[in-house]
T-cell receptor, first 117, second 113 residues
């Protein structure tokens, strides 16, 4: 079946503008994660959804960042008043909730490359 | 949160075993060790995970020390397609009972022909 998809694949914006990044998880996956990967850095956890609720928002770097998930499926990460330090690749991952071994595995999307000028 | 420490880069000859070390000295008893790899411009890909026993699958082996403060990912016969950044990760459970994955900065493995 289809994997995790993200859109847009690339986004260039001007400092101060708002952006929305979209994640379509694998159908039926209840858990959804957002990560950020700055140039040459490892992955930085941002937020986690179980269904439509976000029990862990501890990774959001500032109140300019927010995320929502509707219908237990699509998630949107919104960055308001973007800054140059927000430039990074934003990765989304989903994970099923089953008793199978794959329960432990996150499936990552290809990411959205955000450039703030 | 628990942290992982990995060497920034390693080279390995094609066909030889690649041994990638990771330190996670602050790991707690119920926190798993995961390994993912990221090939250029792609999302990370799951490799293997373990708690305290050594694990093996079709991709790799994971050796965890008895004190669980470090682990080694072994690719038994590295190929050029194994060139990637390898992340050692600790999965912890938050106070809300959810999983959280702490990624380190990874090891850039280059397999040489």
């Amino acid at each position: 079946g289809a994997g995790v998809s993200q859109s847009p694949s690339n986004k260039v914006t001007e400092k101060g503008k708002d952006v929305e990044l979209r994640c379509d998880p694998i159908s039926g996956h209840t858990a959804l994660y957002w990560y950020r990967q700055s140039l040459g850095q490892g992955l930085e956890f941002l937020i986690y959804f179980q269904g439509n609720s976000a029990p862990d928002k501890s990774g959001l770097p500032s109140d300019r960042f927010s995320a929502e998930r509707t219908g237990g499926s699509v998630s949107t990460l919104t960055i308001q008043r973007t800054q140059q330090e927000d430039s990074a690749v934003y990765l989304c991952a989903s994970r099923p909730r089953t008793d199978r071994k794959s329960y432990n595995e996150q499936f990552f999307g290809p990411g959205t490359r955000l450039t703030v000028l | 949160d628990a942290k992982t420490t990995q060497p920034p880069s390693m080279d390995c000859a094609e066909g030889r075993a690649a041994n990638l070390p990771c330190n996670h000295s602050t790991i707690s008893g119920n926190e798993y060790v995961y390994w993912y790899r990221q090939i250029h411009s792609q999302g990370p890909q799951y490799i293997i995970h373990g708690l305290k026993n050594n694990e093996t699958n079709e991709m790799a082996s994971l050796i965890i020390t008895e004190d669980r403060k470090s682990s080694t990912l072994i690719l038994p016969h590295a190929t050029l397609r194994d060139t990637a950044v390898y992340y050692c990760i600790v999965r912890l459970i938050t106070t809300s009972g959810t999983y959280k994955y702490i990624f380190g900065t990874g090891t850039r493995l280059k397999v040489l022909a």
